[in-house]
């Protein structure tokens, strides 16, 4: 399994940014495709957005498109999410994860690896 790390969650007002940045172990990096789920309270989990192993595929949810950008350099073994023009339902904790069965099935929910979890705050 690749072991994740997030980092780079806060607070921010409406309108803002913030840039998470996940963190892999393990020399199979490169051979994972990486998203970005979250979860709100008292919601479930949800999809966010996906970037195949080689970058070249990304999926977004519609609630995000045209505001968030997935990217990742595999010779840092790092996927990041780029958040822009930020909104107060973007308020939850973003989760890291990787799968090796596809960027297709990893937005779907097969899930090899999970971090723990940023808290990201949009203050309206």
């Known amino acids: 399994q690749v072991q994740l790390v997030e980092s780079g969650g806060g607070l921010v007002q409406a309108g803002g940014s913030l840039r998470l940045s996940c963190a892999a172990s393990g020399r199979i990096f490169s051979s994972n495709a990486m998203g970005w789920f979250r979860q709100a309270p008292g919601k479930e989990r949800e999809f966010v957005a996906v970037?195949?192993?080689?970058?070249?595929?990304?999926r977004y949810a519609d609630s995000v498109k045209g505001r968030f950008t997935i990217s990742r350099d595999n010779a840092k073994n790092t996927v990041y999410l780029q958040m822009n023009s930020l909104k107060s339902e973007d308020s939850a904790v973003y989760y890291c994860a990787a799968g090796n069965r596809g960027y297709v099935l990893l937005a779907s929910g097969s899930i090899g690896s999970w971090g723990q979890g940023t808290q990201v705050t949009v203050s309206s």
């Open positions: 970037i195949s192993a080689s970058g070249g595929s990304l």
